[in-house]
């Protein structure tokens, strides 16, 4: 929840320098960046175009559209986006997860797993974490997946458990699956 907070925050004080400067390039990327926190894709994709029409060799900027692009389900688009802000020299960290993600999502695993690994040396963070264990599950690892959460599972985060089921369930051990998701949630919601 702080998270969202802080983008919220962080939304509002953008606008209010945008509001001020339409061409804000700083406020504009931050702004899309806050958008991309409230799961506001749309939005934070209008931000950040505008940021690239008045800055179109920001690399930042370029990184925050791959972001952008990537959770609108274009990995396509968003690799072009993470390459160009590469080549414009945004510093990788801004965007190794989420460049992870859009490969994962055009089945490229293995480099979606350096790309997570890179990303949680340099911010180990839970988000990334899941999406690792995830693309490790696809790949058919799932114990070691499932070994990957266990600092979540056992600190009971909710998404950490529904993502162990389904990694289970991925791999055809179905009764395990059915196990997590019918300790994890009341009967009724297990049964459907």
């Not at 390459?83 to 695993?109: C, H, I, M, N, T």
């Amino acid at each position: 929840m702080d998270k969202r907070t802080a983008a919220r925050t962080l939304l509002s004080s953008s606008l209010a320098r945008i509001a001020a400067n339409g061409n804000d390039v700083s406020a504009l990327r931050d702004a899309g960046r806050a958008s991309i926190e409230l799961d506001d894709y749309r939005a934070a994709l209008g931000f950040l175009v505008r940021a690239e029409q008045a800055a179109p060799r920001d690399g930042t900027v370029k990184a925050a559209l791959g972001s952008a692009m990537v959770h609108m389900e274009n990995p396509t688009r968003a690799l072009d986006y993470f390459g160009e802000a590469q080549l414009l020299g945004a510093p990788e960290r801004l965007f190794l997860s989420d460049r992870g993600l859009a490969r994962d999502l055009l089945g490229q695993q293995d480099a979606a797993q350096r790309d997570y690994q890179l990303a949680l040396s340099m911010a180990p963070n839970d988000e990334t974490t899941r999406r690792y264990a995830l693309s490790l599950g696809i790949s058919g690892d799932a114990d070691r997946a499932v070994q990957m959460l266990t600092p979540q599972l056992r600190a009971q985060n909710r998404g950490a458990w529904r993502l162990r089921a389904m990694i289970l369930a991925m791999n055809g051990r179905d009764k395990e699956a059915a196990g997590v998701v019918n300790a994890a949630v009341p009967a009724p919601v297990a049964q459907n």
